[in-house]
Nanobody, 128 residues
Framework: QVQVAESGGGSVQSGGSLRLSCAAP????????MAWFRQAPGHEREWVAR??????TTYAHSVKGRFPISQGNAVSTYLEMDSLQPEDTAMYYC???????????????????????WGQGTEVTVSS
């Protein structure tokens, strides 16, 4: 059974918008943390945004105010990416864990090691 599945992504011009979706059908709604990470060619994977089962959200400084994350039905999340810039070009991954978001932090930032289920990734390309 697929634990995490993403959809969305694509190619847009600078200033455009895209919407990513992620579902975790095997998770229960009472306790989870879902997060988006991204990895650009030649760069390390970095955290983008996270959503807790209580609806709490936090963002990386680079996307705050541009990439709102929201809660969907059951255990799912959306990442609305607005004002996209070429530096946002990357493979975007959705990840989930059965622990609360505050337990998945290293130095105050969600760390990939705490997320046991990952989507296959969806590519986002922003041209100037």
């Amino acid at each position: 059974q697929v634990q995490v599945a993403e959809s969305g992504g694509g190619s847009v011009q600078s200033g455009g918008s895209l919407r990513l979706s992620c579902a975790a059908p095997g998770y229960i709604a009472s306790l989870y943390c879902m997060a988006w990470f991204r990895q650009a060619p030649g760069h390390e994977r970095e955290w983008v945004a996270r959503l807790g089962s209580g609806g709490e959200t936090t963002y990386a400084h680079s996307v705050k105010g541009r990439f709102p994350i929201s809660q969907g039905n059951a255990v799912s999340t959306y990442l609305e990416m607005d004002s996209l810039q070429p530096e946002d070009t990357a493979m975007y991954y959705c990840a989930a864990t059965v622990i609360a978001c505050h337990g998945a932090l290293v130095a105050g930032t969600p760390h990939s090691a705490y997320f046991e289920d990952w989507g296959q990734g969806t590519e986002v390309t922003v041209s100037s």
